[in-house]
């Protein structure tokens, strides 16, 4: 009779431990899931991070660009306007000489 009871009691323990065991498993992948969520999680921020900070380096140098850009055009405008500024009388001189005959 004895002996049926501690068998029986391993038998209950083996599942007590068994059962267990299950537990810590599952407890175990669960948090595998979580850190794993979390590591992704942190990745996609730094991602975007690093997605704004392009964006923001390319606009600050388009605009740099454009500057340059803007400042050339000008340059170039007020070296034509040198370019043409003497001959404006003559060929003012020239219309109005052909507006007299015409």
Do not use: C, F, W
């Amino acid at each position: 009779m004895e002996l049926i009871k501690k068998i029986k009691e391993a038998e209950t323990e083996a599942y007590q431990v068994i059962e267990k065991a299950k537990a810590d498993v599952v407890a175990m992948a669960d948090r595998g899931r979580q850190e794993r969520q979390q590591r992704l999680e942190q990745a996609e921020s730094a991602r975007q991070r690093a997605i704004d900070a392009a964006v923001q380096k390319a606009r600050k140098e388009a605009e740099g660009q454009i500057q340059a850009l803007r400042s050339q055009a000008e340059q170039q405008r007020n070296q034509l306007r040198g370019q043409v500024q003497h001959k404006v009388p003559a060929a003012v001189a020239k219309v109005v000489e052909y507006l007299k005959k015409g």
